[in-house]
């Protein structure tokens, strides 16, 4: 058989490239055709809806002009781009509305809502009527119906600030007049421009699945979460949770930053040691408030159960509530719920067939029970030691209680009442940890509280076990998975709800994470998620680490914490 290679030679370009997508199929097309266009010809384009790609490794929207053989792998409303895709361009539809409808007045959009919504509020109208609701969502429905493009356009960085300036939107004034770059993307549908951090879909015809109903003092906006992309989930109501971040919002209220322009005016004029001074009081009197509340019901309270996704700081929280109760003559014990592990072999296993440690059943709740339960009683104990490296139950201490003495238990079921479900409730104080973060980029672009925690647990992850932030991003999304199975149906059971988020902190972890981050190979898909926060960092100013203090929830992230080797003294 003739080996010969064929001879390389000069060719006309072709008036036609190809797409080459993952399973295998080709598209050819016309050279400069669009995405939309391209990936329109596909049976399945609706079956869940793709809303962008990515283009030989790059994240691309649908209206990108494809020039050159390509390889491409859509996105749909699954996948964690596309679902972001859909949720900004349905927020900028939501400002638009809302600006035709009530010019004049201000909106806010400040958090997420685990059941798939965000919660908005009109500034100054803590009645905003259901009439006006509806008026919003059918003008929301109109602009749908329409199919009008969102337009992007580049522009000059002092272009921008004049426009936002004669809006009268000082917000997005100050946030952008620390901006490092002297262009910006703006999106444009019809008269109205914004910027966005990401892109959109082609146009208002794509979001087809949204709703607004009434939520506290403003209301939520709904959109499909992944599993479900063609479907709004029932919205639960969550006045715990709304307190929580109702607070935090009066937090920030006082520090007067509402934004992360604030912020950075704050760090260039010297004044952010006071910022992080206050910021770390309010944590400190929330957490001795806490432990106030519980001295105060420590006849009848036994057990502190705290709860909380990956990142919320629940380790530090738990030592500083302890160096409070102690205050109070209270020395709590406290009890790892990591050392009630079931042995591997009896492990349960998740669809893929892996070991499932967050599973409810990893752990002997039997045994956790009834040891909690002889403790209380004052009864000597032998607790359990989980060999890791083994995977086996081993012998561990033998404690007893002192008199009057309660117990802390912290872990990611602690909140679910089939943990311990034959003990007392009425002996139980049970308490949620998270990272709520309310401080945005401004009313319109939020900041998702997924991404503070993201940054903080690949920052820890490479101090403390090695790991590059490659490694941290691929693990993350089966912990997201784990946090809405086993954690986020039952935050609403805590008694207390602590907000661990600290207003500046971002700008703290910046210098850590950005190295990092930077590391992150092309070519994979951590580094699309790498490059988002990357272009997110770029708000954000630097805070000198030396400005934080060592007892600082963050110094559980980024290190030097006084509390890293804490112990309640035993006798």
Known sequence: MDQTPAPIQFVEERATIELHLPDGRVLSGPRKTSLEVFL????????????????????????????????????????PDGSLIYRRSLT???????????????????HSVSAGAYFCQVVGRPNFSLSELTQLEEKMQALVDANMPFEKRQVPLAEAIEYFKAKGHMDKVSLLSH????????????????YHHGYMVPSTGYIKWFGLLPMGEGFVLRFPRRHVPTRLSPMPDYPKLLSAFQEYG???????????????????????????????????QKIANVATQIHHESDRVKLVLISGPSSSGKTTFSRRLSVQLMTHGITPYPLEMDNYFVNREHTPRDESGNYDFESLGALNRSLLG??????????????????????SSEPGDVVKLKPGQLIILEGIHGLNPDLIPDFPVDQTFRIYVSCLTQLNLDRHNRISTTDTRLLRRIVRDARERGYTAMQTISRWESVQRGEKNHIFPYQENADVMFNSALVYELAALKPRVEPLLRQVPFGTPEYIEAKRLLTFLEWFLPVPEESIPDNSLLREFIGGSILKDFKLWQE
Do not use: C
């Not at 900028?92 to 400040?110: C, K, N, R, Y």
């Not at 992360?260 to 910021?279: C, F, K, Q, Y």
């Not at 339960?373 to 083994?390: D, M, S, W």
């Open 250 to 284: 009066r937090w920030l209220h006082r520090l007067g930053i509402e934004g992360v322009g604030v912020l950075n005016d704050s760090i260039t004029s010297g004044r952010i040691r006071e910022i992080i001074l206050v910021s770390e009081a309010l944590h400190e």
């Open 370 to 391: 009834e040891h909690l339960q002889r403790l209380i009683a004052g009864e000597e104990v032998q607790l359990p030691k989980y060999n890791f490296k083994l995977g």
């Open 179 to 194: 901006r490092q770059k002297g262009h910006l993307v703006l999106y444009r549908l019809g008269e109205h421009q914004d």
């Open 40 to 79: 329109k010809a596909l049976p399945e384009f609706d079956n869940p809806p793709v809303v962008g790609a990515v283009v030989n490794g790059e994240l691309r929207e649908l209206t990108y002009e494809v020039e050159m053989d390509a390889r491409v792998k859509p996105l749909t409303m699954s996948d």
């Open 92 to 110: 900028f539809l939501l400002e638009v509305a809302f600006e035709e409808i009530f010019p004049g007045e201000t909106m806010s959009i400040d």
